[in-house]
């Protein structure tokens, strides 16, 4: 599940419960996926193999950043979205050569506030045990 990851999502893997991990890692995936797809007006295929592109990017550069980011408080939260939104939209920009502009940056900076603090919020709220 690695690759599906962001800056946050691997260390949601190694310190939540697999469950709650899995499910925000999905949630935060489509979230990015929506925003590509609203903000260059792409196809779901297309905006979902962007941001997969994305992720894959900003997770491998994330087992590094990981100590930094996850910082269960305000400022955690914005500089793990800030990061992620700097990583991306380089991505997106030099990877998949689209156009960037402060008002797109500050959209996936949203979209990657939005992924990573529900990514922070289930640390607090985990799934119960099924047994």
Do not use: H
Not at 20 to 31: E, K, M, N, P, Y
Not at 39 to 61: D, H, P, Q, V
Not at 62 to 84: C, E, Q, R, W
Request: aromatic letters at 18%.
């Amino acid at each position: 599940m690695f690759l599906l990851c962001d800056v946050c999502w691997p260390a949601s893997l190694m310190y939540f419960d697999r469950s709650v991990a899995i499910l925000t890692i999905v949630i935060g995936f489509v979230i990015e996926a929506y925003f590509v797809r609203r903000i260059y007006t792409k196809n779901w295929r297309e905006s979902l193999l962007i941001a997969f592109y994305m992720n894959f990017c900003s997770a491998g550069l994330g087992l590094g950043i990981i100590p930094f980011t996850m910082m269960f408080d305000p400022i955690g939260l914005l500089s793990a979205s800030f990061i992620n939104t700097c990583i991306e939209t380089l991505v997106l920009q030099y990877g998949c050569s689209l156009p960037m502009s402060k008002k797109i940056f500050g959209w996936i900076f949203l979209a990657n506030f939005i992924s990573v603090g529900i990514s922070m919020l289930s640390y607090f709220f985990p799934l119960k045990d099924a047994r």
